[in-house]
Structure formats: C-alpha cells, structure tokens
C-alpha cells in the first residue's frame, strides 16, 4: 500500500512539472512573439535549409533549441516540417 502511493506521488509530481513546463513555454511565445506567425518571421529559414541540408533534422532542432531555449518541441517540429 505504501509503495503504491509513493509511486501514484511521484507520477503526480511529473504530471504537474510537465503541465507546468507546457504552461511556461506557451507563456514564452505569448509574451515575446504574440503569435505563432510572428516568430515565424523571425526565423532565418535560408540558414536552416542550408544545416539541414548539410547536417539533417536533428542539427536544425539543436539550433532552433540554440537560439529560441523555450520553444516548445511541437513548434520546433513545425518549424523543421516548413523547411
């Protein structure tokens, strides 16, 4: 009984700590680009094209990570698709 509450605790806490990452990284893009659209424009995509061509997806991931450090994966992977 215990150890099954222990377990059921510590799920809960990994829940709550990735609802709460999710939570600031759509803050992030909220606050310093407003919309999807807007950090869109500021991308360099002829820049990425060029590393993914040489390089592949996951360099282009690891610059995007680079550059914006709270976006969150699912607009990274949209971003990577756009190349």
Do not use: C
């Not at 990284?25 to 990425?48: H, I, M, P």
């Amino acid at each position: 009984m215990g150890s099954t509450l222990f377990i059921l605790g510590l799920v809960l806490v990994g829940v709550a700590e990735a609802y709460a990452m999710r939570r600031r990284q759509r803050e992030w893009l909220a606050n310093t680009w407003g919309t999807y659209e807007n950090l869109r424009a500021s991308v360099d995509f002829a820049a990425l094209r060029e590393l993914k061509y040489r390089r592949g997806n996951f360099a282009v991931a690891r610059r995007l990570k680079k550059q914006y450090p709270h976006l969150a994966p699912e607009l990274a992977q949209a971003l990577i698709n756009e190349l």
